[in-house]
């Protein structure tokens, strides 16, 4: 019985040691300063700049296989590490890193050209002639526009940009102006929801 409560002790101990380390381990990690690297501040941390527009089609200048990137400014006191492996602590007016943003990919084809021609000529097939559909364009002229109702149709698919043209490309939409984001579930966004929760 007494070696039972001798074995008992020591593994209390060593308990107590083991709790006693993590516990000082942890002590020692929280007031020393090891800087993660600028990318992984949290958003509240810094501030990105706002893209430089192109005027011809209202994406960012830099935009190229459809990310553009845009400079961060972390902000004033947050110390972290720079590409290059570099602590720097910053005041709040120096770029620490770039953050890429979601672009589009457009040609010539504006979006308020093809509403236009859909609500004001669409009963003669315009509207399908500037996209790029030249056989359902010649078809809406023969058949003046569905008797209307291919007009009317064609007005809200292209409104809603659910139309768009015949190259797959986006519309131009001015960049901070009426675009539309189709969001779509399918299998594999329904697993990842499963997953995050």
């Given at each position: 019985m007494a070696s039972l409560w001798s074995v008992l002790s020591y593994i209390r101990s060593k308990q107590l040691a083991i709790i006693l380390f993590s516990f000082c381990w942890t002590l020692i990690h929280s007031f020393s300063e090891d800087a993660e690297s600028c990318e992984s501040l949290l958003p509240g941390q810094y501030l990105c700049k706002s893209p430089k527009i192109d005027d011809a089609t209202q994406e960012p200048e830099n935009c190229k296989d459809l990310v553009a990137w845009v400079e961060c400014l972390p902000a004033p006191n947050i110390s972290c590490l720079l590409s290059n492996g570099t602590k720097y602590k910053f005041s709040g007016y120096e770029v620490g890193f770039n953050k890429s943003i979601p672009c589009r990919n457009v040609s010539t084809y504006s979006y308020k050209v093809a509403v236009a021609l859909s609500l004001f000529l669409g009963w003669l097939g315009a509207?399908?002639?500037?996209l790029g559909y030249p056989a359902l364009g010649l078809l809406k002229f023969c058949t003046v526009g569905f008797c209307g109702i291919g007009s009317?149709?064609?007005f809200m698919l292209?409104?809603?940009?659910?139309?768009?043209?015949?190259?797959?490309?986006d519309y131009i939409v001015d960049y901070y102006g009426p675009r539309l984001m189709r969001l779509s579930i399918t299998n594999e966004t329904?697993?990842?929801?499963?997953?995050t929760l």
């Open positions: 509207d399908r002639f500037y009317l149709v064609d292209i409104s809603m940009q659910i139309v768009g043209p015949s190259d797959g490309s329904y697993r990842r929801t499963q997953i």
